[in-house]
């Protein structure tokens, strides 16, 4: 059965930084490439994120460009976001994603095989 478990988010300052960790129990991990998307109350889920399966491609959604940073551990089967500079805006509960697609750069969370449970992030003001 596959998971990915999300941690790492909380409560935060504006200005402030959390860094997010997804732990997959997924055999074809390296073949894999990962996501995060994000889902604030009352708004659809968003791309945030999309790493390749190196960890050498990755894309970001425009408001996230240059104060997150996506990553991947393949030896430890492991996802991060790097979030700097947060706004309340942030505010949302976030999810890490699977897909297996040739194409690396999928935005649309319906072509994502596997998901989290998700982890909240708060940013006050």
């Known amino acids: 059965q596959v998971q990915l478990v999300e941690s790492g988010g909380g409560l935060v300052q504006a200005g402030g930084s959390l860094r997010l960790s997804c732990a997959a129990s997924?055999?074809?991990?390296?073949?894999?490439?990962m996501g995060w998307f994000r889902q604030a109350p009352g708004k659809e889920r968003e791309f945030v994120a999309v790493?390749?399966?190196?960890?050498?491609?990755?894309y970001y959604a425009d408001s996230v460009k240059g104060r997150f940073t996506i990553s991947r551990d393949n030896a430890k089967n492991a996802v991060y976001l790097q979030m700097n500079s947060l706004e309340p805006e942030d505010t949302a509960v976030y999810y890490c994603a699977a897909h297996s697609l040739p194409t690396i750069y999928r935005t649309d969370a319906a072509v994502y095989d596997y998901w989290g449970q998700g982890t909240q992030v708060t940013v006050s003001s």
């Open positions: 790493i390749g399966w190196s960890g050498v491609n990755t």
């Open positions: 997924l055999r074809t991990f390296s073949r894999h490439a």
